[in-house]
């Protein structure tokens, strides 16, 4: 290794001492902040005209940072989201050089210095339940696939999950004895309880029956016996949108994703009247105000807010002061 390019040290350090062992990071965080830098060399090398292997620290410049966050946006078609995750691993790697190299303290702090980017808040868009019966219709429940996607949209539904969580999911998460429920690790490593349907634990024990899998490994399978991939379930469920869009038309305007069945479980949990504390916690949220988002979207809770306070009247007849011209003149002389 080139000692005169400390980089490659550095980036192996921040990866395995730092991010891994002492920050003891999730396997997702780590494979996000890979993705990151694996963009991210490739088009400061593609800029700079040379290999990746022979980028320096020096090539990584705040100036290029803002270039590869333009191009995140306007070229490959990145969210603000988006953007402003990619920034985060990239900042996260400059944190940690600015400890380990000095010399190095003040291109670290100009790129530090790049500002996330502010978006709008936009209303999650959420299934109604209508939608939701006619996308969990499509499925042939007859064949394996059918039963395993049937069942794999009907627990995302019930715990309102996040897709990977569900994919993660064992046959020892699960309790399958009344009362039925699963134990779920969601961000930051926190384990959940959440309550499962009578119908969905059945759903789960046939998919056992027909796909028996060790308590330990993943139930959600494809026809190999590897796991599904969150690319594979979106694939499939937008067939399974499209096709149900004829019966509800209304799915036709709207971008279903898994993560859309974990908006409607909060969004039909607020409508049941259901505390937002029990909800933050059957979703795993870390903050009180993302659940209270929902309670803000959900608009058939509003409109029944509404109907709880009576419209304003008019007066027959104007208020006494104003009959009372004696009382106007008395104070247009003050």
């Known amino acids: 290794m080139n ?3 400390p980089f490659p040290k550095l980036m192996r350090a921040f990866f395995y001492e730092w991010l891994v062992e002492q920050r003891n990071a999730s396997v997702h965080t780590v494979r996000s902040y890979r993705d990151t830098w694996r963009l991210f060399l490739r088009f ?4 700079a005209k040379k290999t990746v292997a022979m980028i320096t620290l020096a090539d ?3 100036s290029e940072v803002a270039a590869f966050l333009r191009h995140t946006e306007q070229e490959r078609g990145g969210t603000t989201g988006t953007r402003n995750c990619r920034l985060a691993a990239i900042r996260s790697f400059f944190n940690f050089v600015a400890t380990r190299d000095p010399a190095s303290i003040a291109q670290c702090v ?7 980017k502010r978006a709008p808040v936009s209303e999650p868009c959420y299934l109604e339940p209508a939608e939701v019966a006619a996308i969990l219709a499509q499925p042939d429940r007859a064949t394996i696939e059918g039963l395993r996607d ?4 009907s627990f995302l539904y019930n715990s309102g999950a996040r897709i990977q969580e569900a994919l993660d999911l064992c046959p ?3 309790r399958f004895d009344s009362p039925g429920c699963v134990r779920l690790t969601g961000k930051g490593r926190k384990e959940r309880i959440c309550p499962l349907w009578p119908e969905t634990v059945l759903l789960l024990k046939k998919l056992l029956e ?7 490994k993943p139930l959600f399978v494809n026809r190999y016996g590897e796991p599904l991939s969150a690319s594979g379930v979106r694939f499939k469920l937008a067939a399974y949108v499209k096709a149900a869009a004829k019966s509800e038309p209304s799915l036709r305007s709207k971008h279903v994703t898994p993560h859309s069945f974990r908006h409607a479980t909060a969004i039909h949990l607020v409508s049941a009247g259901v505390d937002v504390t029990v909800i933050r916690s059957w979703l795993g949220h870390v903050s009180l105000d993302t659940t209270n988002h ?11 807010a509404l109907e709880q306070v009576s419209p304003p009247v008019t007066a027959a007849h104007p208020p006494s002061w104003k009959r009372d011209a004696s009382l106007l003149a008395w104070l247009d002389t003050l």
């Open 3 to 5: 000692k005169a390019n």
């Open 44 to 47: 400061v090398a593609q800029r």
């Open 60 to 62: 990584l410049t705040a």
């Open 110 to 116: 100009e790129i530090l210095n790049v500002p996330v």
């Open 150 to 153: 049937h069942a794999l949209l």
């Open 172 to 174: 020892e998460m699960i």
């Open 210 to 216: 027909r796909q028996p899998r060790d308590l330990d």
């Open 294 to 304: 929902y309670a803000r979207a959900n608009l058939e809770t509003k409109r029944k």
